[in-house]
T-cell receptor, first 112, second 115 residues
Framework: NAGVTQTPKFRVLKTGQSMTLLCAQDMNHEYMYWYRQDPGMGLRLIHYSVGEGTTAKGEVPDGYNVSRLKKQNFLLGLESAAPSQTSVYFC???????????FGSGTQLSVL | DQQVKQNSPSLSVQEGRISILNCDYTNSMFDYFLWYKKYPAEGPTFLISISSIKDKNEDGRFTVFLNKSAKHLSLHIVPSQPGDSAVYFCAARGNSGGSNYKLTFGKGTLLTVNP
């Protein structure tokens, strides 16, 4: 029973490099989210999706792009990484509109 | 501006005593509130929730209280156990437009339960 799986778990990038974070859920959830967690800042929403083929901006979308080509997958892309994007990234999914989200275990990203 | 505020970054209590974690919000359009718990190197996990039409919800040792007029909610843990030591996030959901798909989180409170 995997739930929400994020890959990779750790990554180090140089400024200007690009990468894609993959999130996969096996609960047939409609809603998927990408959050970042920074010290003293809590969880901030980057982008989200309310269904296959849809995406929308959250609080802090700049510098990120997302795609939801398949219902079970939600990809987060960094086209040109910056040190300010050093963070822990969490993917989450939810099956109803009531906000009970299931989170992955996170990706620790460092941009040097 | 911060719509969900957890003003205490940390809280320390003795095992067996009550832990009270507080959360304030500013957006009157929030209609559903949740608490999540997070251990180090893990993702947050859902703990308990409350609808804005209620003022209390209980689940075992965990109770959430909502005071709509004060825009304040609190999480009570009784009795507290060392395994409860974690970061607790308060979150809120809006009730209109696209906001009902999104949660707004507070900054979290680190709870330490001492044996």
């Amino acid at each position: 029973n995997a739930g929400v799986t994020q890959t990779p778990k750790f990554r180090v990038l140089k400024t200007g490099q690009s990468m894609t974070l993959l999130c996969a859920q096996d609960m047939n959830h409609e809603y998927m989210y990408w959050y970042r967690q920074d010290p003293g800042m809590g969880l901030r929403l980057i982008h989200y999706s309310v269904g296959e083929g849809t995406t929308a901006k959250g609080e802090v979308p700049d510098g990120y792009n997302v795609s939801r080509l398949k219902k079970q997958n939600f990809l987060l892309g960094l086209e040109s990484a910056a040190p300010s994007q050093t963070s822990v990234y969490f993917c989450a999914s939810g099956g109803t509109g009531y906000g009970k989200l299931f989170f992955g275990s996170g990706t620790q990203l460092s941009v040097l | 501006d911060q719509q969900v505020k957890q003003n205490s970054p940390s809280l320390s209590v003795q095992e067996g005593r009550i832990s009270i974690l507080n959360c304030d919000y500013t957006n009157s359009m929030f209609d559903y509130f949740l608490w999540y718990k997070k251990y180090p190197a893990e993702g947050p996990t859902f703990l308990i929730s409350i609808s804005s039409i209620k003022d209390k919800n209980e689940d075992g040792r965990f109770t959430v209280f909502l005071n709509k007029s004060a825009k304040h909610l609190s999480l009570h843990i009784v009795p507290s156990q060392p395994g409860d030591s974690a970061v607790y996030f308060c979150a809120a959901r809006g009730n209109s437009g696209g906001s009902n798909y999104k949660l707004t989180f507070g900054k979290g409170t680190l709870l330490t339960v001492n044996p």
